[in-house]
């Protein structure tokens, strides 16, 4: 089928600890990949995307780089801050107008 | 406008009520979408509207569920006879011509409760 996989939340940490959020994919040709972020009280806003295969997304000291031998999409920041604590969405393209969307991944910064 | 608006922002209704969830595009945006979220849910693909062109309903997940844009701008989703389940965050977006490559601009939602 065609469906986003997103690590389960809630996910934890300190302030300027690492960041891997996994997401992996399944789709029939060679999707767009995204990130999408929803902080607390705000609508999704787009935080990086990759277009094709070994791109790398970058956006606030995220990224994400699309591996098409493993079907995957992992977000990673190298320090995250207290500020970054929000909901974070995998999603892929589906056609040229569709998103599908994994099931998002809540991340708290403890300062 | 400068973003998709939503409203409203929040809705109560009673159980068996109709209600009626507007969305404004950002001016220009020829592709417009409703999802679902709910509560420790992903976003659920509702139906998806483009141009001229006959919209894409195949997310709604039942014959209470309609939506319908006016003029190639605003939209309005319509709950009939709502349900518990019905309670979510129902999420309007939109997109210029160029496709989803370019992304999606989300409205900031609008929370809806059955009671």
């Known amino acids: 089928g065609n469906s986003v996989t997103q690590m389960e939340g809630p996910v934890t940490l300190s302030e300027e600890a690492f960041l891997t959020i996994n997401c992996t994919y399944t789709?029939?040709?060679?999707?767009?990949l995204f990130w999408y972020v929803q902080y607390p009280g705000e609508g999704l806003q787009l935080l990086l995307k990759?277009?094709?295969?070994?791109d790398k997304g970058s956006n606030k000291g995220f990224e994400a780089t699309y591996r098409k031998e493993t079907t995957s999409f992992h977000l990673e920041k190298g320090s995250v801050q207290v500020s970054d604590s929000a909901v974070y969405f995998c999603a892929r393209s589906q056609g040229a107008q569709k998103l599908v969307f994994g099931q998002g991944t809540r991340l708290t910064i403890n300062p | 406008g400068a973003g998709v608006s939503q409203s409203p922002s929040n809705k109560v209704t009673e159980k068996g009520k109709d209600v009626e969830l507007r969305c404004d595009p950002i001016?220009?945006?020829?592709?417009l979408y409703w999802y679902r979220q709910s509560l420790g849910q992903g976003l659920e693909f509702l139906i998806y509207f483009q141009g001229n062109s006959a919209p894409d309903k195949s997310g709604l997940p039942s014959d209470r569920f309609s939506a319908e844009r006016t003029g190639g701008s605003v939209s309005t989703l319509t709950i009939q006879r709502t349900q518990q389940e019905d309670s979510a965050v129902y999420l309007c977006?939109?997109?210029?011509?160029?496709?989803?490559?370019?992304?999606?601009?989300f409205g900031s939602g609008t929370r809806l409760t059955v009671v």
């Open positions: 001016s220009g945006h020829t592709a």
């Open positions: 789709a029939t040709g060679y999707p767009s």
């Open positions: 990759a277009t094709k295969a070994d």
């Open positions: 977006a939109s997109s210029d011509q160029q496709g989803v490559a370019y992304g999606y601009t």
